[in-house]
């Protein structure tokens, strides 16, 4: 039976015949008068038609004529049996005072206007969703904008470097950052008296290993499984145990150049490394070359360039010399090309090493190399 139904009827044609069916009639009478009510409170309704929906509940609650709240008193209170009439009555005041909900005034208030937006589905149909604009999807909107992470500067010069090398055929090679005292120095040509040992000393794991000084042990490993010839560059982490400062780090990154083959010359050595530093810093740079020492090469030597910030006039960075030096290099010691199983009689080789993190110093003008382990994304994002 509809509500409507039932208030035409009186109590008794109900079947109600004591308080409690009394009771449960008026609060289901309140149910539905609030189930017709709450979804315009919460959804709200398109203002066009707001004041037309609001009045027509209204009227159909509470119109003094034929208002379903009208009904009630008629049929419900009027003609009530006379033992019910206390207790129907108690029920229909409080009725009524809930019923004040329904007034225009307050419908009005209490509805807010939709704003109604026609959306077009797929079929090509408008349609109006029945959920409250301000919980809808507004799909004019940008999407979410998930922040993108950048190459870290230290990773982008190195992969600036491989690509010059790989440019010229040298392939990478890489070793392990944890790496046997062997490898690390005695296999380099430093022995545990060499005092060139102590300038590389380093964080020991064991008695026969450490976290590698250098990436030059990567060159007996790579002579070891590939032989000659052998074109590579050997790109990595290393640790020292260097203070902190705004040129040090206790880990930082190099990377090595190897080349071995038949009558590799120092000639080659410097058009290759002159190429690279022109490639890198800017076909004006200008190379030098000087004597240097390190007991895996021999003869031995230290690159420098023209100073690319002040063009070699003299400057902060080039400490008024007008050069800055850049690498370690030198023709690979007989020995090593030995310990590597590579024959000296019949090969020579060239290499060097630099410090990639010191590149990246020099190629953003950053002064202090701390920054680029410090994570911190104000820093980082600018690459
Ligand atoms: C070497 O490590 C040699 N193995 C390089 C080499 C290879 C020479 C092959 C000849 C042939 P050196 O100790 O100078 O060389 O280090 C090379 C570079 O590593 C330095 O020029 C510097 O740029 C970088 N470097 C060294 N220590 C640190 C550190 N604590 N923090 C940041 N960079 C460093």
Redesign the pocket.
């Known amino acids: 039976m509809t509500l409507e139904e039932k208030v035409g009827k009186t109590l008794a044609e109900l079947g109600v015949t004591d308080a409690q069916g009394v009771e449960s009639l008026f609060a289901e009478v309140r149910a539905a008068m609030e189930a017709e009510r709450q979804p315009l409170v919460s959804q709200g309704v398109p203002e066009g038609d707001r004041e037309k929906t609001c009045k027509a509940l209204r009227d159909r609650w509470l119109a003094r004529k034929g208002g379903l709240i009208s009904l009630v008193d008629e049929n419900w209170l009027k003609r009530s049996p006379k033992e019910l009439k206390p207790v129907v009555g108690r029920h229909f005041n409080e009725l009524r005072q809930f019923s004040s909900r329904m007034e225009l005034e307050r419908l009005l208030k209490d509805v807010p206007a939709q704003q109604r937006r026609a959306v077009e589905d797929d079929a090509g149909q408008h349609w109006q969703d029945a959920v409250p604009i301000d919980l809808r999807p507004d799909l004019t909107l940008p999407g979410y904008r998930r922040p993108l992470g950048s190459i870290h500067p230290v990773t982008r010069v190195m992969r600036e470097i491989e690509d010059i090398f790989l440019g010229l055929g040298f392939s990478i090679e890489t070793g392990p950052e944890v790496e046997t005292v062997s490898y690390n120095f005695d296999k380099l040509n430093i022995p545990e008296t060499h005092p060139a040992r102590d300038?590389?000393d380093t964080l020991y794991v064991d008695e026969q290993t450490v976290l590698r000084?250098?990436?030059?042990p990567v060159?007996i490993r790579a002579m070891e499984k590939r032989g000659a010839p052998l074109y590579i560059i050997m790109p990595g982490k290393?640790y020292?145990h260097?203070n902190p400062d705004s040129?040090?780090?206790?880990m930082?990154?190099?990377i090595?150049?190897?080349a071995v083959d038949t009558d590799i010359t120092f000639a080659d050595l410097k058009g290759t490394l002159d190429f690279f530093a022109k490639k890198f810093f800017g076909e004006k740079v200008r190379t030098r070359f000087s004597p240097s020492f390190?007991p895996?090469?021999e003869p031995?030597g230290e690159v420098s360039i023209s100073c690319v910030f002040c063009d070699a006039k003299g400057c902060r960075v080039c400490k008024e010399s007008g050069w800055i030096?850049?690498?370690?290099?030198?023709m690979?010691h007989p020995e090593v090309l030995h310990h590597g199983g590579i024959d000296p009689e019949k090969y020579s080789g060239w290499?060097?090493?630099?410090?990639i993190?010191?590149?990246a110093m020099l190629k953003y003008d950053i002064n202090d190399?701390q920054l680029f382990f410090q994570s911190d994304v104000r820093f980082l994002e600018q690459f």
């Open positions: 300038d590389w000084t250098h990436t030059s060159q290393c020292r260097d040129t040090h780090s206790p930082f990154h190099q090595e150049g190897l390190f895996f090469t031995s030096e850049v690498m370690g290099c030198g690979v290499a060097f090493g630099l410090g993190d010191r590149y190399i």
